[in-house]
């Protein structure tokens, strides 16, 4: 069925230095990717996306990639500020006759001062 | 600018009990999505409504219904609760499909003792 894997499961860094988060999907169909940031006792926030038609896409510190060939899409943040500790999810979805949301276990990441 | 709104915030229910959870969507979308979150795990897809109908089920029992309304507010109504039902309901609602750029609500904390 479909799946979406996501190592490493907790990832601990120090300030400034840079993320990485890297997640497989199972269904070859799939065609949007978002990354989903939860702090503790919070919503997840939508913090970017892509679509399959697009290899790579960058806002600020945060960029995502995607090998469509492979079916893994990763997660780059650069800079890391302690404001970046919180629990990451990939997800990814195919628009059908409905859409179904798949999401990844979940990163811990931890930013050390 | 509202965000999506869910009620109540927390809940707690007795084993056999029956819960509805509320959602109010952005003003504007017509796509409405449930989510159970366990501790520690990613949202797991429960339903998807779009236009008032049901789009989409995971894998999850027929104690658990759904449905939206003409102002594509939704409802969650789950039967018969288990203690394993325990969890974060999340609520998400996109413009169109649920593939697109979903946000999230705060979510309805649900224990079952």
């Known amino acids: 069925g479909e799946n979406v894997e996501q190592h490493p499961s907790t990832l601990s860094v120090q300030e400034g230095d840079s993320a990485v988060i890297k997640c497989t999907y199972s269904?070859?169909?799939?065609?949007?990717f978002p990354w989903y940031k939860q702090e503790l006792g919070k919503r997840p926030q939508l913090i970017i996306d892509?679509?399959?038609?697009?290899g790579e896409k960058k806002d600020q510190r945060i960029a995502v990639t995607l090998n469509k060939t492979a079916k893994h899409f990763s997660l780059h943040i650069t800079e890391t500020q302690p404001e970046d500790s919180a629990v990451y999810f990939c997800?990814?979805?195919?628009?059908?006759?409905?859409?179904?949301?798949?999401f990844g276990p979940g990163t811990s990441l931890s930013v050390i001062p | 600018d509202a965000g999506v709104t869910q009620s109540p915030t927390h809940l707690i229910k007795t084993r056999g009990q029956q819960v509805t959870l509320r959602c109010s969507p952005i003003?504007?979308?017509?796509?409405v999505s449930w989510y159970q979150q366990v501790l520690g795990q990613g949202p797991q897809f429960i339903f998807q409504?779009?236009?008032?109908?049901?789009?989409g089920r995971g894998n999850f029992p027929d104690r658990f219904s759904a449905r939206q309304f003409p102002n594509y507010s939704s409802e969650l109504n789950v039967n018969a609760l288990l203690l394993g039902d325990s969890a974060l309901y999340l609520c998400?609602?996109?413009?169109?499909?649920?593939?697109?750029?979903?946000?999230f609500g705060p979510g309805t904390r649900l224990t079952v003792t």
């Open positions: 892509i679509r399959s038609n697009v």
């Open positions: 998400a609602s996109s413009w169109d499909r649920p593939a697109y750029e979903q946000y």
């Open positions: 997800a990814a979805s195919k628009k059908t006759s409905y859409d179904k949301v798949i």
């Open positions: 269904d070859s169909a799939s065609n949007y």
């Open positions: 409504y779009y236009e008032k109908e049901e789009r």
């Open positions: 003003s504007g979308h017509k796509s």
